[in-house]
């Protein structure tokens, strides 16, 4: 649910109180380096972030932020992170060292917001990989220790812009979550309610007030519009600022060209499709490839064309255990969508089911359940 929070505590560090030590601020550049390395993270230069990690290294040694800009290296360069793969072992080590040494911190002063805030970006970290992965209880254990650390950004929020994205995702995912995930629904007892509009506006608040959580506002503005609310025309709007700011990231490409085939505007996402297509990276080639053959129906292009492309897609997905429900449900929407045209209505049909069983929004699900000949 929560992720990509350790860019925050350079806020808490430049803004926190004399007695309050943060060991990234007594190293001289250590800040403007972890800046440089998270925008280099962001544009998916790998290379670059190596070095600038490696040198910090050097500086912080065992520093719970750093092993939290690790895992969060971690989750851009092997997206998406499968437990059969040495990245999962790997991401889940560095946070767990980042618990552990956090904890210290804590049992050091408990009032220590730094370590608050490692630890709830460490547990949500882990939720959202346990989610990822089909491991639901153990990321319903991991939402209930990142949720004690999260409660504490609820009194900062006034005083901390950057507390709004923690606040403004739990607000709304505390409600709406159980609404898609009705796994979920017998459990959130345990949360304090939240509120779907409230943490909207605190989101669109840290998106225009915020300076290290600004992209992740984003982010999920995006996401929560297409995905959750239906509203594409809002989400392209953020989803035009993320590729604005960091036009070398493919999953912020990606973002962009499935809002632009949602609104049905699709003159300009071309040359998007042909990097996402030449990627070196397998899920990026899934995506474009799923995406091309959309594309391809959208602008009534060759029928078999846009079939090839959702072929190679449907072959790149089982590349590594890259297949993600909500792009499978698209791919094979897609596959439905292009038999039923063809006269294919039971193959149509076995397609759009499959869309129906992968989609994880119901956005996505009633589109197939409308196409469905029941």
Known sequence: MLKYLFVFVLFLGSVSSANCQ?????????????????????????????????DLEKKLGDYPGLLLLKAFYISWKFRP?????ESYNLFETYLRQGIEKSEALLNENEENIEANFFLMACHSFLAELYVNNGQNFKALGEAQSAYKHIKIGFDYVDEYPEF????????????????????????????????KKEGLRMLKKGSQLAIFTEAECLTYLF??????????????????????????????????????IRLETINDIEPYLLRLRKSKQPFYQYLGEIFYGAYLVEKEAS????????RKADKLGDHGNIRMPHYDSILFYEFGLINKKLGKKDLANDYLKKSIKSAEYKTYRKNAEALLDK
């Open 223 to 260: 996401h929560i519009y297409l995905r959750y609310e239906d509203e594409p025309q809002s989400a392209i709007y953020y989803a035009r600022i993320l590729l604005n700011k960091y036009p070398n990231n493919l999953y912020y490409i990606s973002n962009f060209v499935e809002n632009s």
């Open 303 to 310: 029928l078999n064309e846009a079939l090839t492309h959702l």
């Open 164 to 195: 709004n994205f923690s606040s403004g995702i739990f607000n709304y995912y505390r409600e709406k979550y159980p609404e898609e995930n009705p796994f979920y629904k017998s459990v959130t007892w345990f949360f304090r309610s939240g509120d």
């Open 81 to 85: 992170i499968r437990q059969e793969h």
């Open 22 to 54: 943060y060991k990234i601020l007594e190293s001289k550049g250590a800040v403007e380096q972890v800046h440089q390395t998270i925008d280099s993270i962001y544009n998916l230069n790998f290379d670059a972030a190596d070095i600038m990690i490696a």
